[in-house]
């Protein structure tokens, strides 16, 4: 199950100096995917979970958390236990996921194991299909992933990777509006906006990231309808 490690990161978990796990698997196949070596298959260079929890003994006040990510962690039956093993040695844990199974989230969120979750919000729900490659994505688990997040005091964030040819004004005006909408009585309360940017490992070769004014222009659009909208530059 685990796929890949990074060693230190002091970008992914706001306040904290991390690492991050990399979990094999995904069910969607976005075409501007970074981690496309990650979707399918068994991982080219797998690790042991023991030989991964070893590591985390030995970074003890090194690292402070861990951010569980993919591929989609949560497609995993084994996530719950590797979560617990990880609370159980100090760590925060932050969980990136697609929000595809709310099930899971619930589940990892109710029983502590998780501190802080990253969803991705992929487009309008007109576009969501088109941007995750999926023809019959299921929006339903994607919108009851995202209720359960806006409605519980679990810190959250959610993210958009904004990339030509699927945003577009229209795309971000009806995802801004549809976000809003899943809990009326209160507003999302952070979103991230960050460009693509090209890599050799993008699942489709091509795309490209919205020029600067354009993504203030989309900041501008969505600020109605979240608490805040931030871009995220890196
Ligand atoms: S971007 Fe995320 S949800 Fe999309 S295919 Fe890659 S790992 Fe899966």
Redesign the pocket.
């Known amino acids: 199950m685990i796929a890949g490690l990074q060693k230190m990161t002091l970008l992914d978990f706001p306040g904290k100096v991390a690492c991050t796990l990399f979990l094999q698997g ?5 075409p ?5 070596g ?2 399918s298959g068994p991982a080219e260079t797998p690790m042991e979970t023991d030989a991964f929890l070893r590591f985390l003994e030995t970074r003890k006040g090194l690292l402070d958390g861990v951010c569980v ?4 962690p949560t497609l995993h039956p084994g996530l719950p236990a590797l979560l617990a093993e990880i609370k159980k040695l100090g760590y925060a844990v932050k969980l ?1 996921t ?1 929000g ?1 199974r709310p099930d899971v989230l619930r589940t990892v969120a109710e029983n502590n194991l998780v501190d802080y979750v990253a969803m ?1 919000i ?1 487009n309008s729900p007109a576009m969501y299909a088109a941007t ?2 999926i023809p019959d994505i299921d929006l339903g688990a994607v919108e009851e992933s995202i209720q359960y997040l806006v409605s519980s005091s679990l810190p959250y964030e959610f993210r958009t ?1 904004l990339v030509h040819p699927f945003h577009s004004d229209n795309s971000i005006l009806e995802m801004g509006k549809w976000l809003s909408s899943l809990v009326p009585q209160k507003k999302p309360e952070k979103l991230f906006l960050q460009g693509f940017q090209d890599r050799d490992t993008v ?1 489709f070769s091509g795309l490209s990231a919205p020029d600067e004014s354009v993504i203030l222009r989309w900041q501008a659009l969505l600020a109605p309808y979240v608490q805040d909208v931030v871009i995220r530059s890196r």
């Open positions: 995904c069910n969607w196949r976005c501007f995917c970074h981690n496309s990650l979707l990510s993919g591929g989609e990136d697609n595809s991705d992929k995750t490659g990777t699942l």
